[in-house]
């Protein structure tokens, strides 16, 4: 039996069984930010953008993350509820490509996310108008020494206009390196009756 037989003998037939795996295994491997991932979302006028998040929580019914509703990230998703996310572990030579629908989380549940946030994770929240223009530095400096004292020996509060989203994903790309450039590629897709149909790709 081949290397690339082997790989995708050894794939379950359950992507979300893989990710965690994939994950796990990743952490073994000393990698310092395992569960980083690129987001991509676009707007309704088809311009992407992509940065660099962390993974929040994930299990059957998809993968969170959690950010200003306000940002260039939220505005997308308003605007156009599907996203991209992509995890590179360079220590494995493997890479996960995952896409779907965008669903904002219940205000419960963001809540308590929000509590267990260091507390400075939560002034920032308050302080910082993500993704707009600010004057410099010091304007952000002054505008947490404003919230901090507001909040002086007392609870923060999640703001209103900050919560969590969940990637309810319609496809996953598992990726490995091989040599010569004949990387393995198996990708999971829902067809019509919601099954994964697992498929190979050229690399």
């Avoid at 962390?54 to 997308?76: A, I, M």
């Avoid at 994770?121 to 919230?147: K, M, N, Y």
Wanted: net charge neutral.
């Amino acid at each position: 039996m081949s290397d690339e037989q082997r790989f995708h003998n050894s794939l379950d037939p359950d992507p979300f069984r893989v990710f965690r795996q994939w994950l796990q295994e990743a952490e073994q491997a000393g990698n310092a930010q395992p569960y980083a991932m690129t987001l991509a979302t676009s707007s309704s006028n088809n311009i992407p953008s992509a940065r660099i998040v962390l993974l929040r929580g994930s299990d059957e019914r998809g993968f969170v993350f959690f950010t200003s509703y306000d940002s260039l990230k939220g505005q997308h998703l308003e605007e156009n509820p599907c996203a991209a996310l992509l995890f590179y572990w360079p220590e494995l030579s493997r890479q996960i490509r995952i896409e779907g629908a965008v669903a904002q989380l219940d205000g419960d549940t963001s809540d308590r996310y929000f509590a267990g946030r260091p507390r400075g994770h939560q002034l920032e929240a308050h302080a910082s108008p993500q993704s707009r223009v600010i004057s410099g530095r010091a304007e952000l400096v002054e505008r947490f020494a404003a919230v901090a004292q507001r909040f002086a020996r007392k609870d923060v509060p999640r703001p209103r206009n900050w919560g969590g989203y969940r990637v309810v994903p319609e496809s996953f790309e598992f990726w490995r390196e091989g040599d010569n450039r004949l990387h393995d590629r198996r990708r999971y897709r829902r067809d019509k009756e919601n099954r994964w149909v697992m498929e190979t790709l050229a690399p």
